[in-house]
Every structure is written in structure tokens, then in C-alpha cells.
């Protein structure tokens, strides 16, 4: 038995890891940039907290239905196509021009939440063998815990500096890095 992660298992978990980071910075990031996008749409802060309910919602409500309309596609697919439509869902909220817009985007950007989180625990543990599965269950906690101690307070220090739309267009940019780099990391593992 293998007394340590080979480098082949190591790099698929450290993407999963940082895509983790990634979507809960997303999740998290709105919090911290309310008011800008109220300023921005002269609208009241409350109002541009319905975007944070209805995100919430979406995410708990379509979980379990998207998961049982896509569980036929292998992992490494679904992963992929997750993070791309993640990406791209977030640089539709980086140039909305209307509150709707930015509502459709962030509505994308929760179905795809709820795809990712129905998936990720899954595909760790399957990339690694038996005995390093609790370990690789940390990793994914690992991107979470850092998107709240680092993601949002990173997020906002962004929004403040350049803009709440950067803030958005930088989550896509490094989106679109991780879906690069697990294009050429991440085994075809079997779904379900």
C-alpha cells in the first residue's frame, strides 16, 4: 500500500482545492460589495440583497434536481463544463448593464454552485486511493475556509479599488485558469 499521494493524484485535488476557493469567494463576494451595487444601479442596498437570497435559494433548491438530470456525465465532463459555465456566468455579472442582467448572471452562477458542490466531495475522493480519501475531503474544506478568511475580504478590497465589476471579471479570469489547468490534470473518472 502507497504511503504517500503521487504527484498524478496530488494536482487534480489541489484544482478541485483552489476551484473550491473560487466559487465560494463567488458565493461570499456580493456580501462585501452590496453597496457599490446599489450605487451602481440606484437602487436601495436591500434590493441588491435580494440578489444573495435568491442566489442561496437557487443553490439549495436545484441541487438535488440538476444533480439527478446530469449524473449520467463522467466526472472530469461535468467538472469541466461546471467551471466554464462558472467562468462565464461570471463575466456576464462583470458587464451587466442592468440589475436584471446581473440577477440572470448571478441565477447561472448559483445553478452552477449547485452542480459543483453536488460533485466536487465525489470526484476528490474517487481520484485518490482509499486511504488518503479523508484527507482529500480536507482539501475541498481547505478552499472553503480559505473563501471566507481571504476570498471575501480580497473580493472587497477589489471592488473598492477598481470596481465591483473587476471583482467579478477576476473570479472568471482565475475560473477560466482552473478549467485550463484540470483540462490537463484531472482524470476521466466515472460519475455516480
Not at 454552485?113 to 475531503?137: C, D
Request: net charge positive.
Amino acid at each position: 500500500m502507497q504511503s504517500k499521494m503521487t504527484l498524478k493524484e496530488w494536482l487534480p485535488l489541489l484544482g478541485i482545492t483552489v476551484s473550491a476557493f473560487i466559487f465560494n469567494t463567488s458565493e461570499f463576494m456580493p456580501i462585501g460589495l452590496l453597496t457599490d451595487i446599489a450605487d451602481s444601479f440606484h437602487i436601495t442596498e436591500a434590493h441588491a440583497g435580494v440578489l444573495i437570497t435568491v442566489y442561496s435559494w437557487i443553490v439549495m433548491l436545484l441541487s438535488l434536481p440538476l444533480m439527478l438530470l446530469l449524473n449520467k456525465i463522467d466526472f472530469k465532463r461535468l467538472l469541466l463544463g461546471t467551471i466554464a459555465l462558472f467562468g462565464i456566468f461570471q463575466m456576464l455579472s462583470a458587464f451587466s448593464a442592468s440589475y436584471g442582467m446581473l440577477m440572470i448572471s448571478r441565477i447561472g452562477v448559483a445553478c452552477t454552485h449547485s452542480v459543483f458542490w453536488s460533485i466536487a466531495s465525489p470526484a476528490a475522493v474517487k481520484i485518490v486511493p482509499e486511504k488518503f480519501r479523508s484527507f482529500a475531503m480536507s482539501m475541498v474544506v481547505t478552499g472553503t475556509s480559505i473563501a471566507m478568511i481571504f476570498g471575501l475580504p480580497l473580493g472587497r478590497i477589489v471592488g473598492l479599488y477598481v470596481g465591483w465589476r473587476m471583482t467579478f471579471f477576476c473570479v472568471a479570469v482565475v475560473a477560466f485558469l482552473a478549467l485550463i489547468y484540470m483540462a490537463f490534470v484531472f482524470p476521466k473518472v466515472e460519475g455516480g
